[in-house]
């Protein structure tokens, strides 16, 4: 079973202890280990999570946000994401498609996260974004967590919605089959 570091930063109290009570419960209920380092501060967070990497203790890490919203244009595409808002300091790994965990009110779900920018509609902003599976609830407001599983593939930019969408419902086959 895989062991799990959550880094809390004192700066975000108010924000984390809810949601770090709902990844706890969840991970202990997967059956995964895990340790939370508290530090001072937000500055304190890449210090604390490059530590921890370099001991090489840890097999994941898991990011901490809240639900926002997004353009809108996921519910049109048929793959309503729920956008995370993260601390500025949470550890996001890098840019691609992954098949991840996420966390909600102490039960874990199926997720495939798109980490990027959106570059087939030329976004700027940097976006967490998850597709739930199985789920069709509304998420706005609510704070989760994401235990990343496996990176799927890179991010890219697609020439129209249809090879988009239909690489993304290629994703959610790979994402359950990794997770299942
Ligand atoms: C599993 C998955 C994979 C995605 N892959 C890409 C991608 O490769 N390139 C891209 O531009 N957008 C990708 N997206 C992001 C979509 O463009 C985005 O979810 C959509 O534009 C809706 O954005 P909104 O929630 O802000 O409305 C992906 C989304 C998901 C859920």
Sequence with gaps: MA???????RFYEHLN?????GARGAIEAAGHSHETVT????????????IAAESGDYDAFVALG???RGDGRGRELGYPTANLLCGRYTAIPADGVYAAWLVRR???HMAAVSIGTNPTFSGRERRVEAYVLDFDGDLYGERLALDFGAR??????????APLVAQIAQDVIDARAVLS
Aim: charged residues 20%; proline residues 5%; without cysteine.
């Design 3 to 9: 062991r799990l570091l959550i880094v809390e930063a």
């Design 17 to 21: 202890d809810l949601l770090l009570a």
């Design 39 to 50: 530090v001072p501060g937000a500055l304190e967070v890449p210090a604390a999570i490059a």
């Design 66 to 68: 809240v639900v926002i």
């Design 106 to 108: 102490s039960q874990r």
């Design 152 to 161: 799927l593939r890179e991010m890219r930019t697609y020439q129209g919605l």
